[in-house]
């Protein structure tokens, strides 16, 4: 099937961490042999505004076509102002981009139509379908929802936005509850997770810790830029204070612009996956730091609390509660195995978007 991609998040020549979600989910879709092109609207911005968000490095500077992972890439320029506080004129400069995106695509033409995030992109994948005359399927990862349905700017247009969509696909049952309950069509809806991505050479079973209790040194990895408020990295420091009080030795690594294999062998070499972040959609790192065999302790925030051990998980934001649960993740012994659920395996993810997108071709 031809599938055209519409995305804010995508990775770029100098910045391959960027939108790794959704190149996962295109990759997947080239390997189970369908014919993807992506577009990939930036923002006009100079090269210093890069530093507001580590998603924008590299965007100031980035060409307007280019490939990655074997599929052509085009990134039309649009503009905004920071918190959008003027919409219709956002929206109309991401919207204007549907001639060139037709022009860029030649005898190409897309037979459906996948937009990752709605504000303000799904504007253009809307006027593409209209354009094309081929039915579009909206995905919300978390912010749409989390932050655009309150939003004092963008929260009428960003619920317009997932209506308009033939198909509106979360990746939680939280976000699918949210959608819901604002009134949006169940009939619509449909929760999709996202995919462990983790290749076959990083797969390991998850190791227990083994050392001198509360003497030796622990590798903590904080599976986020430390620069992204919404990460919280202050309460994951306060944490790792707290657990050097007792006699740990800790280390905290961070992570911020690199390739997966880099950030896959940094989960390899922990000892524990600490997350504190005020919001996620997964969060993806929690599934692939189990998958390289290393324990997560987390706030209870997006879907964790569906599938990591209970005693994993800290319903409040307090560094004390973190730091137990991080001794009780080295304390276990997993002598029983733990798995990651099916639902979050290539199969079935791949086995669900086949069955939407042939209902949404049919």
Not at 1 to 29: C, E, K, W
Not at 157 to 181: M, P
Request: one cysteine or more.
């Amino acid at each position: 099937m031809r599938i055209l991609v519409v995305s804010l998040l995508y990775p770029l020549p100098t910045n391959s961490a960027r939108g790794t979600f959704v190149a996962d989910q295109v990759q997947s879709f080239v390997n189970d042999g369908h014919d993807v092109r992506v577009v990939n609207p930036l923002p006009r911005m100079l090269r210093y505004q890069e530093a507001r968000r580590s998603t924008l490095t590299g965007a100031a500077k980035a060409p307007k076509k280019f490939e990655h992972g074997g599929v052509s890439v085009f990134a039309p320029r649009y503009s905004a102002l920071p918190n959008h506080p003027w919409p219709s004129l956002t929206a109309r400069s991401v919207r204007k981009h549907a001639k060139s995106v037709e022009s860029w695509l030649g005898e190409w033409k897309p037979e459906v139509i996948v937009c990752h995030t709605l504000w303000p992109v799904a504007a253009l994948a809307n006027a593409l379908s209209l354009r094309f005359k081929v039915p579009w399927a909206a995905v919300v990862h978390g912010y749409d929802f989390d932050v655009g349905l309150t939003h004092e700017n963008i929260s009428k247009v960003t619920h317009n936005l997932a209506s308009s969509a033939d198909r509106l696909v979360v990746v939680s049952e939280r976000l699918q509850d949210i959608a819901i309950q604002s009134g949006m069509d169940s009939k619509k809806v449909t929760a999709i997770p996202c995919h462990c991505a983790v290749e076959d050479e990083w797969l390991k079973p998850l190791k227990p810790w083994n050392g001198r209790w509360r003497k030796d040194r622990i590798d903590i990895l904080f599976p986020a830029d430390p620069r992204r408020p919404e990460k919280n990295h202050l309460l994951a420091l306060q944490t790792g204070e707290i657990l050097e009080a007792r006699g740990w030795i800790v280390g905290m690594t961070t992570l911020k612009i690199q390739p997966r294999p880099i950030v896959w062998d940094r989960m390899l070499v922990a000892d524990l996956t600490l997350i504190t972040s005020k919001r996620e959609s997964g969060p993806l790192v929690a599934r692939e730091s189990i998958a390289c065999g290393t324990p997560v302790v987390s706030v209870d925030v997006g879907d964790v609390g569906t599938y990591l051990p209970e005693a994993h998980v800290v319903s409040e934001y307090d560094a004390v509660a973190l730091a137990d649960a991080c001794e009780a993740a080295l304390k276990e012994r997993w002598m029983e195995g733990f798995t990651l659920p099916q639902s979050f395996s290539e199969a079935y993810f791949l086995e669900q978007w086949n069955r939407l997108l042939e209902e949404l071709v049919a």
